[in-house]
């Protein structure tokens, strides 16, 4: 059985830290902790759980830190999370067995990243993160913000899940954007991937005539892969949609499709792009292969797009369309992923009256 060294970044995280080591303290066999400037109990909490906390002087960048963290770890494999992340029951179990079926030749392992969720608690965005990695390898951390891991060797996907949930207190909410103004205004040359989570962040905070300068002069660097050119396109179009521009909008959603095979979440706005002119048959073909397109262990998930959200729309469009039966069938799908959606619920009676009145007439 292999044994892991937790490694976590904090400060002034005394809202959420117990719960997330509370939910991995089992599963783990050494917590580190390096703290960079709380000022609340977060030490204090952090010294229940572990006498392996450590101070670290900010420096407005988050892979230093990272790195710092690791160095302290002293197991064969190191595992990493924020202090706002837990990791569910089952998803604990699922980490134990890992533990023990783990292949000593595995370099990394990847899990997914739950964000967000519907009011039924269903994963709405994910992506995929590699979470442990071995000691030995030295991998390092990169970038001052929105930091990643440079892995490379024998990589394994798991099935584990890594739970985000907020504090939602406003914590830091302009710390990563204060980064990057840090950065601009001090000169520092910006890569690719800078470039982009600068303008995801601008666009968070609804500058999103900045935003689109940034997420051009992301795609015209040429060297960004496929999944987050695909996605800047999109996010461009919600920055135009937003700024009043809806036919340069739709321009950058067709866009996306000159980055590889449509995704979901482009699949749904093409659909709706043909439902606005209610061309029902050509939005049809469009959900539908949103459905198809669904992808494992996918870098980035809008699972939302892929499962309730064309499903919904087929229905209103086979209604359309007048097939009722299939409308209805599309309807009892979405049902599975919102059951309690008043949208559906009014559908399932209006096509249940509908499925009445064509049995009457035959």
């Known amino acids: 059985m292999i044994e892991i060294s937790l490694c976590l970044i904090v ?24 703290d960079t400037g709380s000022t609340d109990r977060t030490k204090e909490i952090a010294a229940s759980f572990t006498d392996k906390v450590y101070d670290f002087t900010w420096v407005n960048h988050f892979a230093k830190a990272r790195n710092k963290a690791f160095s302290y770890a002293t197991k064969p494999y190191i595992m990493w999370l924020d202090a706002d992340d837990i990791l569910k029951e089952e998803d604990r179990h699922k980490l134990k067995e890992l533990k023990s079926t783990l292949e000593e030749k595995v370099d990394a392992v990847s899990m997914d990243y739950h964000l967000a969720f519907d009011g039924n608690g269903g994963v709405t965005s994910s992506i995929r993160r590699f979470r442990i990695v071995k000691r030995e390898r030295g991998f390092v951390w990169h970038g001052a913000v929105h930091e990643y891991l440079e892995v490379f060797g024998e990589l394994h996907h798991s099935d584990i899940a890594v739970t985000h949930l907020s504090a939602d207190d406003g914590h830091d ?6 980064i990057y103004e840090g950065m601009k205004a001090s000169g520092q040359a910006f890569t690719p991937r800078d470039l982009l989570y600068y303008a995801n962040e601008l666009t968070d905070h609804r500058r999103f005539e900045d935003a689109v300068e940034y997420y051009l002069k992301f795609i015209k660097t040429d060297k960004g892969w496929s999944e987050d050119l695909i996605r800047s396109c999109n996010k461009l179009a919600d920055c135009y949609i937003n700024l009043g521009l809806p036919k340069v909008a739709k321009d950058w959603t067709f866009r996306a499709l000159e980055y590889g095979k449509p995704k979901p979440e482009t699949c749904c706005r093409i659909g709706h792009s043909f439902m606005e002119k209610q061309a029902f048959s050509e939005a049809v073909f469009w959900y ?24 919904l729309q087929l229905a209103v469009c086979y209604d359309k369309l007048g097939f009722t039966e299939k409308a209805n069938e599309h309807n009892e799908q979405a049902a599975t992923f919102l059951p309690n959606d ?17 049995k009457q007439n035959d």
């Open 11 to 34: 400060k002034n995280e005394e809202a959420v830290l117990e719960r997330c080591l509370t939910s991995v303290k089992e599963v783990v066999d050494e917590v580190i902790i390096l």
């Open 173 to 178: 909410l302009t710390r990563n954007l204060d």
């Open 288 to 311: 539908e292969m949103a459905i198809r397109n669904k992808e494992e262990n996918a870098y980035f998930q809008n699972v939302a797009c892929e499962t309730w959200i064309p499903n």
């Open 342 to 358: 008043s949208r559906i619920e009014y559908n399932r009676s209006y096509f249940k009256e509908q499925l009445q009145l064509l």
